[in-house]
């Protein structure tokens, strides 16, 4: 399953003005330009990124290093992909209905299956 899938979902991000290297990050690992990411909000912290996410406006793309903070509200599925430094996904609320949700999280199911 490749990012990109996700790419045309409601993004929870950190402002872009503070984090533009975020917004490129997130871009690269989307395969999508910057204009076309669809930002519902920006965040000044981690945490309120993440109740964002928990409120359901969005998805957010983030390193592996936010899974200690997350709890049971929401989840970080990683992406496939390459070797690299940090494990990269995307955390998003355990009762999300979006479609781009649904279908990466169930492809990543398959794959997950069939590296296991």
Do not use: N
């Not at 950190?14 to 076309?36: D, G, N, Q, T």
């Not at 609320?93 to 169930?106: C, I, N, P, Q, T």
């Amino acid at each position: 399953m490749r990012p990109s899938e996700v790419a045309g979902s409601k993004l929870v991000v950190y402002p872009a003005k503070e984090f533009p290297e975020y917004h490129r990050w997130v871009s690269k690992v989307l395969e999508v330009s910057k204009s076309r990411l669809v930002i519902s909000e920006e965040c000044s912290d981690v945490m309120s990124l993440m109740a964002a996410v928990q409120a359901g406006r969005g998805v957010a793309v983030v390193g592996d290093f936010i899974t200690p903070l997350i709890g049971d509200r929401v989840r970080f599925v990683p992406f496939v992909s390459g070797a690299h430094f940090l494990e990269v996904g995307l955390l998003y609320r355990k009762s999300d209905h979006d479609k781009g949700v649904k279908g990466f999280l169930a492809a990543s199911l398959v794959v997950k299956r069939i590296a296991s």
